[in-house]
């Protein structure tokens, strides 16, 4: 039994890396919002797991492992915090407040989303943070009752979603300054948003890196304010 667990974890772990590396190849060979390995590799795994009747439980099982590499991966944004640290000390206030404010729209829309599409419970608890990067919104969500697995599928869709967002509101010149940009994407597209607005410019890529996981830490330190404001 414990032989099987290992063999099917192995080979789900290598179909998960191989999903992502093809999904990855394509996105470099035609670079569309609609191809981003992390809307793709999903879609795939997805397709895969129906096909061949797997389900959900036995394949996240074996490939958790994956999902708790979110948490060092993360610790390598403390580079670009680091090299960044002079634009924090001048500008501490005003990302103090783009933190807080996006964070608070974020919940705030979340819960209204919720409740017009009849969603509650638990449900409504893992939508919830969807709009911080990975590792701190599956922590949150399981401080506050929600489902870490559905989270970490929210924080993926809404990564994509706020990436062309981004890019649009970029196009049509209505965000201009790099502080501006990096809060932009860090803060409301996390990862996603981070990977492309590194494509844009190294600057850009650093702030959103930095807003990112300064608006991860905000949250999980927030989460007794949180539990206390959903009456837990």
Not at 28 to 35: D, E, K, S, V, Y
Not at 110 to 123: E, K, M, P, T, Y
Not at 137 to 144: E, N, P, T, Y
Request: proline letters at 4%.
């Amino acid at each position: 039994m414990k032989t099987d667990l290992w063999l099917s974890g192995a080979l789900w772990s290598g179909v998960t890396l191989g999903c992502y590396l093809l999904a990855r190849t394509i996105y470099r060979r035609w670079p569309q919002w609609w191809l981003m390995p992390l809307a793709t590799t999903p879609l795939l795994l997805t397709a895969i797991l129906v096909a061949v009747g797997e389900q959900y439980g036995d394949y996240i099982v074996g490939t958790r492992w994956l999902v708790w590499l979110l948490g060092p991966a993360v610790t390598a944004f403390a580079i670009p915090i680091y090299d960044q640290r002079a634009m924090v000390v001048r500008h501490w206030r005003v990302l103090l407040i783009g933190m807080l404010g996006g964070s608070v729209v974020a919940f705030v829309s979340a819960w209204v989303l919720a409740s017009l599409l009849g969603i509650d419970g638990s449900l409504r608890l893992a939508l919830l943070p969807r709009s911080i990067s990975t590792p701190f919104a599956m922590q949150l969500s399981s401080a506050i009752g929600g489902v870490p697995d559905l989270t970490a599928l929210f924080v993926v869709i809404t990564g994509v979603l706020g990436a062309v967002m981004g890019e649009v509101l970029l196009a049509r010149g209505i965000v201009r300054s790099a502080l501006a940009k990096g809060a932009m994407f860090g803060v409301a597209a996390h990862a996603a948003g981070t990977a492309h607005a590194h494509r844009l410019d190294a600057q850009v890529g650093a702030l959103s890196g930095l807003t990112m996981v300064l608006t991860g830490i905000l949250n999980v330190l927030l989460t007794p304010l949180i539990r206390m404001a959903l009456g837990q």
